[in-house]
């Protein structure tokens, strides 16, 4: 595609229930990020993808959190359980390699809202 | 490993005046440096980006210089306007070429 989609856009569920974030990155980009945004904050890494090596998942904050890539395109990020302090914009990004070199291009974000 | 370290947090201007964000890094490795801008409610966008074999890069009003022994690196917006208002992320490629980011600058232009 033209840029990285994410879905859904905006998202509310009660405390309690799983959730799943979807990004479609950019057609052959092989590196594919996620990160959260909490109102007013930076950006906090998440995990990372690359082509079919085991992702870095050294950001997420529990075991709540998990992600997959399927096919080395589509990603889902999946958190369970969901709490109040999960409420935050989560972004996705890809990227044309491994390496940073050609800078990152972000989804518009899921805004999820737990209450 | 890489950290990125960005101030002000805050930068208040007079609309038509300059602008200066600043950025240190502690990885003497790290060759690439991007700026991100993201407006209220929208995804962060690269706005310029530099590498370490350059020590400027301009692109109309902004800029950004790298200075490698000090390990710190600047943007720079000349003649403010009110579309600039947003808040500014440095970044920063650690050993495994991913980037890391500074904490971001909220921009605010007085009119």
């Known amino acids: 595609g033209a840029g990285v989609s994410q879905s859904p856009s905006n998202k509310v569920t009660e405390k309690g229930k799983d959730v799943e974030l979807r990004c479609d990155p950019i057609?052959?980009?092989?590196?594919l990020y996620w990160y959260r945004q909490s109102l007013g904050q930076g950006l906090e890494f998440l995990i990372y993808?690359?082509?079919?090596?085991?992702?870095?998942k050294s950001g997420l904050p529990s075991d709540r959190f998990s992600a997959e890539r399927t096919g080395g395109s589509v990603s889902t990020l999946t958190i369970q359980r969901t709490q109040q302090e999960d409420s935050a914009v989560y972004l996705c990004?890809?990227?044309?390699?491994?390496?940073?070199?050609?800078?990152?291009?972000f989804g518009s974000g899921t805004r999820l809202t737990v209450v | 490993g890489e950290n990125v370290e960005q101030h002000p947090s805050t930068l208040s201007v007079q609309e038509g005046d300059s602008a200066v964000i600043k950025c240190t890094y502690s990885d003497s490795a790290s060759n690439y440096f991007p700026w991100y801008k993201q407006e209220l409610g929208k995804r962060p966008q690269l706005i310029i980006d530099?590498?370490?074999n350059v020590g400027e890069k301009k692109d109309q009003r902004i800029a950004v210089t790298l200075n490698k022994t000090a390990k710190h690196f600047s943007l720079h917006i000349t003649e403010t306007q009110p579309e600039d208002s947003a808040v500014y992320f440095c970044a920063a490629t650690d050993s495994n070429y991913q980037l890391i980011w500074g904490a971001g600058t909220k921009l605010i232009i007085k009119p």
């Open positions: 993808f690359q082509g079919n090596s085991a992702p870095d």
């Open positions: 990004a890809s990227s044309l390699a491994g390496g940073s070199s050609y800078g990152y291009t």
């Open positions: 530099i590498r370490s």
């Open positions: 057609s052959g980009h092989t590196a």
